[in-house]
């Protein structure tokens, strides 16, 4: 499926104080794809007038759940939100399986763990003393989320059929002026 937007040149809606669909995508996330997708979010920040480092957080963590959507779905939904109240939503839909299913909610106890304050330090712990996950990765994605959006991470595992299950992340990034 192409890349869809709201605007006929395929860039996101520009305009400060807008809120809904900013863009959405369904498909595979590969090379050009992912390029396309990071340019969109990074042009829907630039419109905002928000101070540069919200705007890198938000950026931080949309490059994280795309990176998550390569890496682990190689397919899925990614739509880029704003809200009323000036926060940046980026929003995430995959199909997992129950094995899938189990190392997430383990990743999701583990990011979870230790209060906000402390991620820093486990993070870099565990870049220091942790193993490698098969795909190369540190398993630091969902802490670097946490932190970024400083704790605005949402997760839920829906049932679906054949022993599948759609795993919703959608994170909140509070843009700050």
């Not at 305009?15 to 959405?24: E, H, I, K, R």
Request: net charge positive.
């Amino acid at each position: 499926m192409p890349l869809q937007s709201q605007s006929t040149n395929h860039s996101p809606p520009q305009g400060q104080g807008v809120s809904g669909l900013g863009f959405c995508y369904e498909g595979v996330f590969h090379g050009h794809v992912i390029e396309t997708l990071l340019r969109w979010v990074e042009n829907m920040l630039d419109a905002r007038d928000h101070s540069k480092g919200s705007k890198k957080r938000a950026f931080r963590c949309a490059v994280e759940v795309i990176q998550n959507l390569a890496k682990h779905g190689r397919q899925g939904k990614l739509a880029c939100t704003t809200d009323g109240d000036g926060a940046f939503l980026i929003t995430s839909l995959n199909a997992v399986n129950e094995t899938q299913r189990a190392v997430l909610q383990n990743a999701l106890k583990e990011s979870n763990r230790l209060p906000l304050a402390d991620l820093r330090e486990q993070r870099l712990e565990k870049l220091a003393h942790g193993s490698r996950t098969e795909k190369g990765g540190a398993g630091l994605g969902l802490l670097d989320l946490r932190t970024c959006s400083e704790d605005g991470v949402y997760t839920e595992f829906i049932p679906c059929e054949d022993n599948q299950m759609m795993f919703l992340l959608r994170v909140k990034v509070h843009l700050k002026s």
